[in-house]
């Protein structure tokens, strides 16, 4: 084929190569990296993250999770982390349990730089992981003031 | 009193299940402020609570900038046998630091 055609072709060709793909939200690459990709299921009270939805001060916001388990040898929670969607890092705190901890509830403060869905992931020890996110509304940010 | 404090029951039965609840005091500086120049002040925070019941552990929690100053976390332990509980802070800049607490288990 002749040289024009060949390059009109490709240029065509070359606006139907796949654009670059999007960038994966950072909440999703920090769950994922916590999951090591295993898949998340939700629902079914299989974990319960408890946050106020109006915050009036989001630099020590409390938060509980608690993870219904019998806490045995054969079967109980492994690590609960909790996430901040938007905030400048997701991560937020990462808890390693054990049957010696009776019960799969544990408590922090978070600060909250913006309104924002708060996320609580549990590996149990059978390798599955379960999550709860509560949307919250932050009047006061952290993060940003001196 | 040092720069924890722990609560924990300081008698339990065996088996009993104890809430411990920790703090220690720390800034928690996350990286993100400004300082009046403008210049980012450096990230200095705890990075690893741990608690041991006697010699075994049974808690720990690594923590992000994300976690409010003067951590504060609670957790849940099954009272085994009269022990010393320690809970340990570590974190940047060579922060360390740990309190005990000894319980009696009847």
């Given amino acids: ?146 | 009193m040092g720069k924890g404090i722990v609560h924990l029951l300081r008698q339990a039965r065996r088996g009993q299940l104890l809430e411990v609840r920790a703090t220690t005091l720390h800034p928690m500086e996350t990286g993100q402020r400004l300082d009046s120049l403008g210049r980012p002040l450096a990230r200095d925070i705890v990075r690893r609570i741990e608690c041991r019941w006697g010699n075994d552990l049974v808690f720990a929690a690594d923590l992000f900038p994300a976690v409010a100053a003067n951590p504060y976390v609670s957790f849940f332990v099954v009272a085994t046998t009269s022990a010393v509980v320690t809970v340990r802070w570590r974190g940047d800049n060579g922060f360390e630091h740990q309190e005990a607490v000894s319980v009696e288990v009847l």
């Fill in chain 1, 1 to 146: 084929m002749n040289p024009r055609r060949a390059l009109l072709v490709a240029g065509v060709g070359s606006l139907l190569i796949r654009p670059a793909r999007a960038t994966v939200p950072a909440l999703q690459q920090a769950v994922a990296a916590f999951t090591g990709g295993v898949p998340v299921g939700s629902g079914g009270q299989r974990v319960l993250l408890q946050i106020e939805p109006l915050v009036d001060n989001g630099n020590a916001v409390p938060v509980m999770v608690t993870v219904p388990s019998p806490m045995t040898a054969a079967d109980h929670v492994r690590r609960i982390a909790v996430f901040a969607e938007h905030n400048p890092q997701p991560e937020v705190i990462v808890f390693e349990l054990g049957p010696h901890n009776g019960r799969a509830q544990v408590g922090t403060r978070l600060r909250l730089a913006t309104s924002q869905q708060v996320l609580a992931v549990a590996q149990f020890s059978d390798g599955t992981f379960w999550q709860h996110a509560l949307d919250v509304v932050v009047t006061l940010a952290a993060c940003i003031e001196i």
